[in-house]
């Protein structure tokens, strides 16, 4: 099965099923303000809205697909051949921030979700033609979520990785999420 899902990833195969590949990267790091850091997360066929991989609920509806958290909320547009990832990231007071890749018009969403004085980074990843985007952080305001949203051009079929850091430098690993198709 790793062999399917990695061929797919390398733009092989595009076999739909559970993109085992990602298992590789979901167990968080610690991160320092927060202290014991848990991570849900989904990777959705944004074609018939099937998750793929993960523990966060999935809910198809005509346009796309609904995934509720505490926040906004998520909604991936359909999008055939997209595969989109969110991870939120948790401690024993709930969500302290969230990131989606949206295959539909290649859009990265990171979100800080509490006004703690400290924040989680992001980095969005292809295998094929996208290079490493610069680390992504929510801008810091006094609102209780803040986000920010970066739109890329990305060539279709191209896998995507998110990786989480607990420092602007894009050192301090604290989890990642490999599956996403643009």
Not at 19 to 28: G, H, K, N, Q, Y
Not at 83 to 93: F, L
Not at 171 to 180: E, H, K, P, T
């Amino acid at each position: 099965m790793f062999r399917r899902a990695f061929r797919r990833w390398v733009g092989g195969a595009v076999a739909v099923g559970a993109i085992t590949f990602a298992a590789l990267f979901v167990a968080p790091g610690p991160a320092q303000a927060y202290g014991s850091l848990t991570m849900k997360y989904a990777l959705v066929d944004t074609d018939n809205c099937q998750r793929l991989e993960g523990n966060l609920t999935v809910i198809a509806e005509s346009g796309g697909c609904r995934l509720n958290d505490s926040a906004d909320g998520t909604y991936f547009v359909k999008d055939p051949g997209g595969v989109a990832m969110k991870i939120e990231m948790r401690d024993s007071n709930g969500m302290v921030a969230k990131f989606e890749f949206h295959p539909y018009d290649e859009k990265l969403w990171y979100y800080d979700t509490r006004n703690d004085g400290d924040t989680l980074y992001v980095t969005l990843c292809g295998i094929r033609t996208f290079p490493c985007t610069k680390v992504y952080a929510a801008p810091g305001t006094s609102n209780v979520i803040d986000y920010g949203v970066a739109d890329f051009d990305i060539a279709e079929d191209d896998g995507m990785s998110l990786t989480v850091y607990d420092d602007a430098n894009g050192v301090d690993w604290v989890a990642g999420l490999a599956g996403g198709y643009s």
